[in-house]
């Protein structure tokens, strides 16, 4: 009788066993369904778009080496699976984060640092999105039109401070402006000296 008792017992904790197992590989299936449709949808809408740089433009992003790394992560797509992707907006955070402490020294404006800045927020957020649990799509679709319009807009950063500079000066337009510059002007002897060279070169 007793062993008839633990026969029962094992038989009915067997079935409880393989029921579990079923309804747990029912949920992985189900997951990795989810996973696959929602990796389609990443892929289609995984487009990166870098705008063709005017020359002197293209000759200083050439030598930035930061830049042009970042740029070829940007453009290659994962083709594998959801944790391709994932491990991609890891590494182009990552590679965001060396761009405004590698700048070159003609584009370290306040605008340049604000547009570097605004795009690494933007990617530090598709990492967020891309690493939860379940990813919304719909934040994904809007965030990376929104990476491609920061990216267009450093681009225009730059050309416009390539037109500025392309701008001929007038005769007193140096002076003008280094008598605005309030750092300078903090040491007023300095100050003092360069209007004195300049009238006497009048």
């Known amino acids: 009788m007793k062993g008839f008792i633990v026969s029962i017992l094992v ?3 067997g079935l409880f066993a393989c029921e579990n ?3 747990q590989q029912l ?3 189900k997951i990795a369904r989810k996973n ?3 990796f389609k949808n990443i892929s289609k809408m995984w487009q990166f778009h870098f705008p063709n740089a005017r020359p002197e433009v293209k000759v200083t992003l050439n030598s930035w080496n930061e830049w042009r790394q970042f740029e070829i992560e940007m453009l290659q797509k994962p083709k594998s699976t959801l944790s391709a992707f994932q491990l991609k ?8 984060d060396t761009l405004a402490f590698t700048i070159p020294f003609e584009y370290k404006k306040p605008q340049v640092l604000s547009r570097i800045t605004t795009l690494n927020t933007k ?9 939860l649990q ?3 799509e719909q934040k994904v679709a809007k965030l990376i039109p929104e990476i491609n319009e920061e990216i267009k ?3 225009n950063q730059w050309d416009e401070i390539i037109i500025k500079k392309a701008i001929p000066k007038e005769i007193g337009e140096e002076l003008m402006l280094q008598a605005l510059d309030t750092a300078r002007n903090a040491r007023p002897s300095q100050m003092n000296e360069k209007m004195e060279i300049s009238n006497k070169m009048k």
Not at 89 to 96: D, E, G, I, R
Request: charged letters at 20%.
């Open 89 to 96: 907006t890891k590494n182009l955070s990552s590679k965001a």
């Open 123 to 131: 990617l530090k957020s598709l990492e967020t999105f891309m690493n």
């Open 36 to 38: 696959e449709a929602v």
């Open 134 to 136: 379940v990813i919304p």
């Open 153 to 155: 807009g450093l681009y």
């Open 21 to 23: 197992d079923s309804q």
């Open 11 to 13: 038989l009915t904790l």
């Open 27 to 29: 949920e992985a299936q």
